[in-house]
């Protein structure tokens, strides 16, 4: 235990050192080079928007947070179902993933704002839709790739023991997706907070991290912005940290999978 | 009865269209009850595809394959072979023993039922100790025992191997082929083993099945005569040399390949 934790502070220290240097370089050169608040803040102050705004931004947090979260459950869930379909039923797969791949391939921001108005104007609908879209890709790529790259040895043997296909994909090819899912899901939670500010700059209601940032960077309040920027800082690391314990809880056969990789 | 019978099976990939094979032709072979016959010969000579067509895993294109006296996908469903592959194929997110259970539970049998058969085959492979373990906390040749206990769990009377030790170094290779003859000894079972070695087939094997290449045949068979039991001992006797001898003999009427050299090779 005592060696975990000093593997923990020797892993933490360098780059904890790192960021305070570079915090305090931030400052030295806004007040060395007598920057204007309007082109750069310096940390003391946005710190101190921050802690001043604390209920503001933490009010936008939990609208940005809110609807990066049910995004992400949705569009994983949706992801899972739909590659546990494509991978049943070949056909579909052949018939739907070049369209899943044109889809991808619109920037998605262009569609906000076509959801948005198909939405009442302070709705967070097409937000969600929004995350819930970029998430699905995602986790449908690699659970798919989870479910068919099985080793045919594997394969082999299940039809061996007379296996169904049913009872294949549940012995063989859905443990096999588990470390792929998780896989995913660290690189959507980050990306689905993203997306929902990213979201916010397409109109709707301002009440989110995005749009916040936006209208205080409009009005000159430059300090504030870079408050809220910090907070959405804050809400990605916790988007991170939630899928990087989720995989540290996953199935020992994950840890394997990816060892073999030759990660 | 005998274990397999093989009439006149040939199989052919890709039949009728431009880049057809002819794995296959003409295979006869009887193997009985409780004897272990190896299946030698360079790459290409559908050795691998035989063993599948026994295990039902493919369908030969012709002839007629009887399997414990029932056809090749009866004896499939009821379970009466197991199998043993190269890589041992061993399911990582499943601890030694669930591994094991796996052909057990496809059978539905009960938990504890299952635990108490994964533990018997632990002891006959030596491994009771590692149970929870997972498969890559064991080295390759615990892996491949891991993997033989599970094609042995259901209790077979027929064990099909393809190059189950190929992959494994020299000294826990033979280790393991004396751990090999001492389970089937145990349990009576039959086996055919597929292998590229052939001082593994002659020390093994009352038969060694020689085949060749284009298209796939059998070219000869090779008995090989060792008194008693075989043990260590048994690769410094005058039979086993000549058994290697006869098999080199009959191989070098085949084409010769990288993949089959002499007894220096493995």
Redesign the interface.
Known sequence: MSSRVSTLVRNVWPPAVFGVLFVALWEFVVKFFDLKPYFLAPPSKIWQKFTENFDLVWGAAKVSGTNALIGLLAGALFGMVMSLVLSRFRVLNDLITPLAIALNAIPIFVLVAVLNNMFAITSEVPRRIMVTLVVYFIVLVNVAKGLTQV?P??V????????SDT?ILK??RI??A?PYLFTALKIAAPASVITAFVSEYFGGSQNGLGSRIASNIANSKNAVAWAYVLGACLLGLVFYVISSVLEGVS???????R??EGR | MSAIEIDNISKIFNAGSGNQVVALTDIDLSIASGEFVSLIGPSGCGKSTLL?LI?N?LEPTDGNIVVNGKSPKQA????D???A?Q?S?L????TVAKNIE??L???GWDKAKRHERAMEMLELVKLADFAGH???QLSGGMQQRVAIARALAVHPSLL?MDEPFGALDEMTREHMQSELLSICRRTGSSVVFVTHSIPEAVYLSNRVVVMSPRPGRITKIVNVSIEGERSDATRDNDAFFRGITAVREALRGVEMSDHVRGIEDR
């Open positions: 080793s040895t594997h082999e043997l299940m039809r061996s023991y007379a296996a009872q012995k063989v443990p096999n588990v199935t020992p056969g994950g840890r394997a999978k060892s073999q | 599948r295990a895993l499939r469903l009821d379970q072979y197991g199998m592959f890589q194929g399911f990582e997110w499943r796996l052909p539970e496809l059978k997972y498969p890559w099909l």
